[in-house]
């Protein structure tokens, strides 16, 4: 009796319906499609086709500085960080409170070069800008939660993260975990995407196998100044902590703009325009940030 109701609570767990359901959720009934076509509508510049991993598989390593700025931006971050904020429950990692506009904008200046201005450029097929940024500080930990479990993150389908490492994985120990957008897609007929937090697991290898899906997680050495461009809506994740020493994030989250990012950073003072990392209940409402 009790296996059983266990069971059926696990069952309640696992729901297929939910991938759809959260899409709907975001692209339509929040508007995040309607406002991509538009950012779309509006483009001006000239992107020519690409077939990168990003496209083709949802999420792509990339080099953004080398190890000397890597190691000057953290050093500026640090001496500029006015704080931290730690989140409630989650005493393994804290957010640095940096502030200084010209510096963050000549930071973003830095990471979005050329080629992977153009990456953006033809992912989005639009504009795009930083919706919001951290820099994560996290310190060795036993037990795996959160975000160190693997999940995607709710938000619409197309939308992108920047996971900068701004220190090496050989010095502390920490990485993320991937699987990309094929197997994160036929995966979701588990049922397991978008469940409660509290059933995260660290381990997908059971149920993959229920599916015959081979799993093999993708990580690469994470060297100071690499960076994973991906989608974390279609895309199951999860960090790995250090197990050695502080492991430094930046995480940029970018959506389509109708404007470059470097105007609509000028208009929104480089805070970013998402309240504490959540997403606006109606996409309409971001526009109005960038008329004037
Ligand atoms: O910290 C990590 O490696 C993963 C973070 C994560 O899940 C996210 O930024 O969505
Ligand atoms: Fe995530």
Known sequence: MRFKSLNILWKKRLDPSRRKAVFTEYDKQRGYQ?????????????????????????LE???????????????SLLAKSEGSIQ?????????LQVNDDIFLRQMFQNIFTPSI??????????????????????????QSRRSFLWHCDKGP?????????????AVHGGNTEFFDREFTRKFSESGYLFGPVDARQSD?????????????????SMHA???IIFEPSQILHRGILPNHGSRYVLTLCLLPSPIPW?????????????????WHTNARDIQQYFNS
Not at 117 to 142: C, G, M, N, Q, R
Not at 157 to 169: E, P, V
């Open 225 to 227: 100044g690499d960076a």
């Open 34 to 58: 309607r406002y991509h076509q538009y950012c779309q509508s509006v483009v001006t510049r000239k992107f020519s086709p690409k077939d990168d991993m990003l496209s083709t598989q949802g």
């Open 117 to 142: 201005d153009h990456k953006l450029l033809h992912y989005f097929k639009s504009e795009y800008f930083v919706y919001w940024f951290a820099i994560f500080h996290t310190i060795p930990s036993p």
């Open 262 to 278: 470097h105007t609509a950073f000028d208009l929104t003072k480089g805070v970013g325009i998402s309240q504490n990392y959540n």
């Open 61 to 75: 390593h990339i080099t953004v500085f080398d190890e000397p700025t890597s190691a000057t931006t953290l050093g």
């Open 87 to 95: 989140k409630e429950n989650i005493d393994y990692s804290e957010m």
């Open 204 to 220: 997908l290898s059971d149920l993959a196998k229920k599916l015959d899906l081979p799993y093999q997680p993708k990580k690469w």
């Open 157 to 169: 389908s197309r939308h992108l993260k920047i996971l900068l490492y701004l220190n090496d994985t």
